[in-house]
């Protein structure tokens, strides 16, 4: 019935001498005095590479504010002022291009710091060889996606690099805008008891950008979730519902998100892993290639923390903005400071979740 | 999604593991040694929910501590200094060869490619006549049958452009060097569920024999698993050993016989180098002679640099067999944490070390 | 090194006798799988899937019959509702 013997039954010399076996592995230690592109993924890695150099060189009590963006008075005027940097391959992929996620990016980053985003600047780096018309497209997209959220791209920057192994450019953009709620959301108003909001379902973008660039060819094809968060948040603080916090659930994907206010707020949080909205093909998809969803990257979801009583509020305005999504309420934030996320999983068991330190890879172990 | 769904069923779960307690009268040290059953075994929290009745110790079953540091070495190798298009799992990509891994290469301008499927390397190959295609084909025995249909495929199309670069590996010879270890610790085992599905777990039966041991061949989700440990308890706790099978709708004794022919037409057993501990005799899988023009060491005479094992402070050894925990290590979060690995059960996000940093340290 | 989930196989392409290559469903996605592992296996039926490959058929008769057990062990649980094809 089965094919003659597979294995032998041989066994190691060091059997005979009862002699412990050694086991050691050694790993070479990687290089720690250069960049890595894990110093890029959203995880621990680049969480330290911020404080260690960045936040130790520049240290100022703006910058220690760790949001999204910083908020700075400037005759009595309360702004939010942010810069993010966009990095994909490939530049164009199903659902969005770079041009999109550079302008909703950046209000998003604004968003979140609860402000009426105005103005832009946006800055290119090209490689050489890039096709103009190809450039086009992606301004095309920018203009189109800044008159959505109402923002004026007001000032840029252009360079010309050699062609390395970019796909072609990179951008950089700044953001500006009014805080309309004081005070403004971040970490440090967070409160125990406050619940944890999503606006919908995770995993569509990172799923996206690794199916066109790995060619994975699922059915139907995994499209981004890119989008500008500036309705979800504005429609909220038009209505005087207090926010306490909010952050948008980008490199890292959700688990990020969660693991960073808990540090910076000094709060525990508990979710609860059945309640995580997560769309059949995004769960498929996810499954094959050994992703876990709180772990991939979405560019059009965030997280509102909000006093209980406002939950049914802020969850129906999301619905009647977005019928086509599932916002929900995943946690709480737990009266008891202790684990900084705790996640009961589907099987009912409560353990951390913690932040990864590089980029999640699809896996067959 | 059916058949998978139902095994996350959290009130099984819950039945399944006070049974687990109930049953068990003492601390029984068991381990799985596939990174797939650590990996869920993690995810879930299926350890932490069993502490203190059962230890269970998770084996050399990631990519890391599997795949000799040679041949990564060599995979580094080929896609930094050649113009070869180097098609690996994704998995692969961060293992640390002696200086650098796959994912910094390609950052350096390598073309690596991450595959799904090996057969993805094979239409790769087909689109890129005029460049070399080396697929790195690791895996344990769930994976030599594909690793094979990508040799067939590509020898059914003519290709002369695709060979792979093999390091796979086979667990029983594995198994036999951990339990033939006197001071060993362990006292069952969970077979892994799809390597039995290949393979069957007849081989397994002399082992439970010689050893004395348990050995319950289990699947992946997290009521598989529980079932899976439940039964090996069981047994430990009658004073039983042999082989038992608690992932029937998967495995059969016989295994996937196509599969094993498939393996068997293509690949022979060979001494392998494991990483840090050295050669096992027939623990591998290499390329038949007929097969020779698709291996790619044989085909450009390609012969991996043997690199001395260094000494270190890592203990990941007896971490492995359950004799001591990552916390006994000097080194444990202070030298080797996940951003800087000494050891292998560090680098792994499957490995003991990485998990207990991960999971415990909070 | 194995990780491996079940999927539906939706539709089988006979034009590549060696690959064996089929539409295979998982939950919300379709993905092109070969079978060539697996002949016995029709449409209809649940394979294990690994790598791009099924390695068996899921006994879907013991899948039951497991369940059934748990059950009737007044295991307290709720069978979750049929998946439905596309």
Request: proline letters at 6%; hydrophobic letters at 40%.
């Amino acid at each position: 019935m089965f094919i003659d013997n597979f294995y032998t039954k041989e066994l190691r010399m060091d059997e005979k001498e009862k002699q412990p076996i050694t086991w050691s592995c050694p790993v070479e230690q990687l290089d720690k005095s250069k960049i890595v592109l894990a110093h890029g993924g959203g995880g621990t890695l680049m969480h330290q590479l911020i404080k260690n150099v960045f936040e130790n060189a520049f240290k100022n009590p703006l910058l220690q504010q760790h949001h999204d963006s910083a908020f700075i008075d400037v005759q009595g005027v309360k702004l939010a002022f942010t810069t993010d940097s966009f990095v994909v391959k490939p530049i164009f992929f199903p659902g969005g291009d770079i041009g999109k996620l550079a302008v909703c990016g950046t209000v998003n980053d604004l968003a979140m710091a609860g402000a009426c985003p105005l103005y832009m600047s946006a800055g290119f780096i090209l490689e050489e060889g890039l096709q103009i018309g190809i450039l086009q497209k992606i301004v095309q997209t920018m203009k189109r996606e800044a008159d959505h959220a109402g923002v004026y791209i007001v000032t840029g920057d252009t360079k010309v690099i050699n062609n390395s192994s970019g796909d072609g450019l990179y951008i950089n953009t700044s953001g500006i805008g009014i805080v309309k709620q004081d005070p403004p959301p971040c970490p440090s108003q967070i409160q125990p008891g406050d619940c944890i909001l999503i606006n919908g379902d995770i995993g569509r973008h990172g799923l996206a950008v690794l199916n066109a660039r790995e060619e994975i060819h699922f059915d139907p094809e995994l499209e981004s979730d890119c989008m500008s968060l500036v309705p979800a948040v504005l429609s909220l603080l038009n209505l005087g519902i207090p926010v306490h916090c909010l952050r948008d659930c980008t490199r890292g994907g959700l688990s990020s998100a969660l693991n960073e206010l808990a540090e910076e707020s000094g709060l525990s949080f508990y979710i609860r892993e059945e309640d995580i909205p997560i769309r059949d093909d995004v769960r498929g998809a996810c499954e094959i290639l050994g992703l876990n969803p709180l772990y991939v990257a979405n560019e059009g979801r965030f997280i509102a923390f909000v006093p209980k009583q406002y939950v049914s509020e802020v969850l129906q305005i999301w619905q009647d903005l977005y019928p086509d999504l599932t916002p929900k309420q995943i946690g709480v934030v737990s009266e008891n400071k202790g684990t900084p996320v705790i996640l009961q999983n589907t099987i009912g068991i409560e353990l951390a979740l913690p932040m990864l330190s590089g980029e999640q890879l699809p896996r067959i172990c | 999604m059916k058949y998978m769904d139902e095994y996350r069923n959290p009130q099984l779960a819950k039945n399944l593991i006070r049974e687990i307690k109930q049953f068990a009268h003492q601390t029984w040290n068991i381990m799985e040694i596939c990174g797939g059953q650590t990996h869920a075994i993690l995810r879930f929290g299926i350890d932490r929910a069993l502490t203190p009745e059962v230890q269970l110790i998770h084996g050399p079953g990631c990519p890391v501590c599997v795949t000799p540091i040679q041949k990564i070495d060599l995979a580094i190798q080929l896609a930094l200094e050649t113009d070869i298009i180097l098609c690996s799992f994704g998995d692969m990509l961060r293992v640390p060869g002696s200086k650098t891994s796959l994912l910094s290469a390609r950052g350096r301008g390598a073309n690596v490619q991450t595959v799904y499927s090996p057969l993805d390397s094979v239409k790769i190959a087909q689109q890129n006549l005029n460049k070399q295609v080396v697929f790195f084909a690791v895996g344990f025995e769930t994976t030599a049958p594909v690793n094979a249909m990508a040799i067939k495929k590509a020898k059914e199309l003519g290709l002369t452009n695709f060979s792979l670069l093999c390091a796979q590996v086979l667990v029983p010879p594995a198994m036999e060097v951990l339990l033939s270890d006197p001071y060993c610790q362990i006292q069952g085992f969970l077979a892994a569920g799809h390597v039995c599905t290949v393979m069957g777990y007849h081989e397994y039966e002399p082992i439970a024999e010689k050893y004395k041991i348990p050995i319950v061949v289990t699947g992946f989700e997290p009521v598989d698993l529980l079932l899976g440990i439940k039964e090996c308890i069981c047994m430990l706790e009658k004073g039983k050993y042999g082989v038992q099978n608690a992932y029937t709708r998967s495995v059969q004794r016989e295994g996937n016989v196509t599969a094993q022919q498939l393996i068997k037409e293509i690949f022979e057993v060979c001494d392998q180098d494991w990483r840090g501990l050295g050669c096992i005799p027939h623990s591998g899988l290499r390329l038949k002679s007929d097969y020779a023009d698709y291996d790619v060491e044989k085909k450009f005479h390609l012969t991996p640099e043997k690199n001395e094992e260094k000494q270190t402070v890592c203990i990941a050894g007896e971490i492995l067999q359950g004799k001591k925990k990552p916390t006994d290590c000097p080194a444990f979060a202070t030298l080797c944490t996940p951003e800087n690995p000494i050891g292998a059960p560090m680098v792994s996000n499957e490995g003991a070390c990485s998990a207990y940093y991960q999971y415990e340290k909070r | 090194m194995c990780l491996a989930i079940p999927g539906k196989v939706i539709q089988i392409d006979e034009s590549d006798p060696t690959l064996r290559m089929a539409k295979v469903q998982f939950a919300g996605v379709i993905k092109e799988i070969s079978l060539a592992l697996t002949p016995e296996v029709t449409e209809g039926m649940y394979v294990l899937v690994h790598a791009g490959m099924a390695i068996n058929a899921v006994d879907e008769e013991e899948a039951e019959r497991i369940l059934e057990e748990f059950k009737n062990a007044d295991m307290d649980m709720e069978i979750p509702p049929e998946e439905s094809s596309s």
